[in-house]
């Protein structure tokens, strides 16, 4: 705790790093303001209704879009067309050379593909307000003719997600952090509060449940504490997990330049087990919504046999959870494929004159370390999987409804927390020239 209070101290202390922090913040704050402003034309509480009647799914999508949803606000789609768009291009990347080719241009290609994501992210906003108003058309106000309402509502969601993307990437340029993940982030650190309140009022009713008062305030006291503490061991757990890394020893062989003799030394690797961070989640629970969505809107009431199967598949049974252990584990195994580069990593090794012991410098060194991430991938994923599920088997054997967002939401905030908190130390470091002497030092045992 004293670690992060010094570096928050420190960051503060450095004016590129306090404007950064600063634009983030001020747009976090705008982004909150606007989750405050309601869709005009349409009954807020008649909508708000009717998402809750959605059950889990609406639960999920109002994570997603950083709370905006259940408050009928123009920013209630949220990061989700953006997360969607992100997907498919990602993986028409893969399977389309144009794109691949663009991908590999530096710096102007990320510029394009980012441009192109942003096009289809608007795409599919609007492709998923139309859903929305349809969906909640009973919430519509009847002051003006439907068809203009309708209208109004699907521009008003539409221009709320391209708002949304616009304050994400500004974060990605001005500020520190993931712009998406800090938008959900905020999203569920206002509603801490909300869920404090909820444990109470449920430790309350267990209390009033109990005929005996003195033992039913006790056992209420009981259940407190012990949800307290399970909380914060699943929080260190979680901390714990994301800051573990795998270091692989690197030997640098001596070099004489000039009169002087340098190298030598021995320094490492640092691979981490959560390489992937929280994006696989927050892949999967956008994607799962996609389904969710369609069969709310056209087979909610149906009585077709293949209707009712496909709702309740994908409304908490043992299938949608099948599901989304695959996709979590395919999402971190995507994520890291496109994010970790291991062919760079051994060509600066090699171009430094390093070797890794044992290896042979070029495709060995290359293959080892593409196997040593392809293992810890696993260990992620697993990793993953544990804290987003475990909450929801344990709300299951309970009873306890809405315990899912416990794992979801301790895995969001603590990832995206520490990568902020990694990013921040990572430029105090750049711009301490001492610091970073002596870290060297420490590495690599030499005065």
Same mark, same amino acid.
């Given at each position: 705790m004293n670690g992060i209070f010094d570096t928050a101290v420190n960051a503060f202390r450095v004016e590129s790093i306090r404007k950064r922090l600063l634009y983030t913040f001020m747009i976090l704050g705008i982004f909150m303001l606007g989750g405050l402003v309601p869709v005009p034309g349409i009954d807020g509480e008649k909508f708000t209704s009717v998402i809750r009647q959605w059950g889990q799914l609406? !639960?999920? @999508?109002d994570l997603i879009s950083g709370g905006g949803l259940f408050h009928a606000s123009i920013l209630s789609l949220g990061v989700s067309p953006y997360i969607?768009?992100?997907? *498919? +291009?990602q993986l028409l990347t893969?399977?389309?050379?144009?794109?691949?080719? @663009? !991908?590999?241009?530096?710096e102007s290609g990320r510029k394009k593909m980012d441009k192109i994501t942003?096009?289809? #992210? +608007?795409? /599919? #906003?609007? =492709?998923? !307000?139309?859903? %929305?108003t349809y969906s909640t058309?009973?919430?519509?106000?009847?002051?003006?003719?439907?068809? /203009?309402?309708?209208?109004? =509502?699907? /521009?008003?969601?539409? #221009?709320? #997600?391209? *708002? =949304? =993307? %616009?304050l994400g990437e500004k974060i990605n340029d001005k500020g520190i952090g993931n712009g998406v993940s800090l938008l959900i982030f905020a999203g569920i650190a206002t509603r801490l509060p909300d869920m404090v309140r909820t444990l109470y009022e449920k430790c309350v009713s267990i209390s009033d449940s109990v005929e005996n008062a003195a033992l039913g305030v006790l056992l209420g006291i009981l259940v407190f504490i012990a949800v307290t503490i399970v909380s914060i061991a699943i929080i260190v757990f979680v901390l714990y997990v994301q800051n573990a890394e795998r270091r692989i020893p690197v030997q640098y062989s001596k070099k004489v330049i000039g009169r002087q003799q340098r190298g030598g030394n021995r320094d490492y690797i640092p691979l981490k087990v959560n390489m992937s961070g929280v994006m696989p989640v927050i892949f999967t629970m956008s994607l799962l919504a996609i389904p969710n969505i369609i069969i709310t809107l056209f087979f909610n009431n149906s009585t077709n046999k293949v209707a009712v199967w496909l709702k309740s598949s994908f409304t908490g049974s043992p299938w949608y959870y099948v599901l989304y252990f695959l996709l979590v584990i395919g999402f971190t195994f995507f994520y890291t494929a496109i994010n970790f580069h291991p062919v760079e990593i051994a060509n600066s090794i090699t171009k430094n004159g390093g070797m890794i012991n044992g290896i042979r410098s070029g495709k060995p060194t290359t293959d080892f370390i593409k196997s040593t991430a392809h293992r810890l991938n696993w260990l992620e994923a697993f990793f993953l999987v544990l804290v987003c599920i475990l909450p929801t088997i344990i709300?299951?054997?309970?009873?306890?409804?809405?315990?899912w967002f416990a794992g979801t939401s301790v895995l969001i905030l603590t990832g995206v927390a520490n990568d902020l908190i990694v990013q921040v130390e990572g430029e105090l470091e750049i711009r301490s020239p001492k610091g970073f002497l002596e870290d060297l030092t420490i590495k690599t045992g030499r005065r």
């Amino acid at each position: 705790m004293n670690g992060i209070f010094d570096t928050a101290v420190n960051a503060f202390r450095v004016e590129s790093i306090r404007k950064r922090l600063l634009y983030t913040f001020m747009i976090l704050g705008i982004f909150m303001l606007g989750g405050l402003v309601p869709v005009p034309g349409i009954d807020g509480e008649k909508f708000t209704s009717v998402i809750r009647q959605w059950g889990q799914l609406g !639960s999920i @999508m109002d994570l997603i879009s950083g709370g905006g949803l259940f408050h009928a606000s123009i920013l209630s789609l949220g990061v989700s067309p953006y997360i969607n768009a992100s997907i *498919i +291009i990602q993986l028409l990347t893969v399977v389309i050379p144009a794109l691949e080719d @663009m !991908s590999k241009e530096g710096e102007s290609g990320r510029k394009k593909m980012d441009k192109i994501t942003r096009i289809s #992210a +608007i795409c /599919l #906003a609007f =492709v998923q !307000s139309v859903l %929305f108003t349809y969906s909640t058309r009973e919430a519509l106000n009847a002051s003006l003719p439907k068809w /203009l309402n309708a209208g109004l =509502v699907v /521009l008003a969601f539409t #221009a709320g #997600a391209a *708002i =949304v =993307v %616009f304050l994400g990437e500004k974060i990605n340029d001005k500020g520190i952090g993931n712009g998406v993940s800090l938008l959900i982030f905020a999203g569920i650190a206002t509603r801490l509060p909300d869920m404090v309140r909820t444990l109470y009022e449920k430790c309350v009713s267990i209390s009033d449940s109990v005929e005996n008062a003195a033992l039913g305030v006790l056992l209420g006291i009981l259940v407190f504490i012990a949800v307290t503490i399970v909380s914060i061991a699943i929080i260190v757990f979680v901390l714990y997990v994301q800051n573990a890394e795998r270091r692989i020893p690197v030997q640098y062989s001596k070099k004489v330049i000039g009169r002087q003799q340098r190298g030598g030394n021995r320094d490492y690797i640092p691979l981490k087990v959560n390489m992937s961070g929280v994006m696989p989640v927050i892949f999967t629970m956008s994607l799962l919504a996609i389904p969710n969505i369609i069969i709310t809107l056209f087979f909610n009431n149906s009585t077709n046999k293949v209707a009712v199967w496909l709702k309740s598949s994908f409304t908490g049974s043992p299938w949608y959870y099948v599901l989304y252990f695959l996709l979590v584990i395919g999402f971190t195994f995507f994520y890291t494929a496109i994010n970790f580069h291991p062919v760079e990593i051994a060509n600066s090794i090699t171009k430094n004159g390093g070797m890794i012991n044992g290896i042979r410098s070029g495709k060995p060194t290359t293959d080892f370390i593409k196997s040593t991430a392809h293992r810890l991938n696993w260990l992620e994923a697993f990793f993953l999987v544990l804290v987003c599920i475990l909450p929801t088997i344990i709300g299951i054997l309970t009873g306890l409804e809405n315990v899912w967002f416990a794992g979801t939401s301790v895995l969001i905030l603590t990832g995206v927390a520490n990568d902020l908190i990694v990013q921040v130390e990572g430029e105090l470091e750049i711009r301490s020239p001492k610091g970073f002497l002596e870290d060297l030092t420490i590495k690599t045992g030499r005065r």
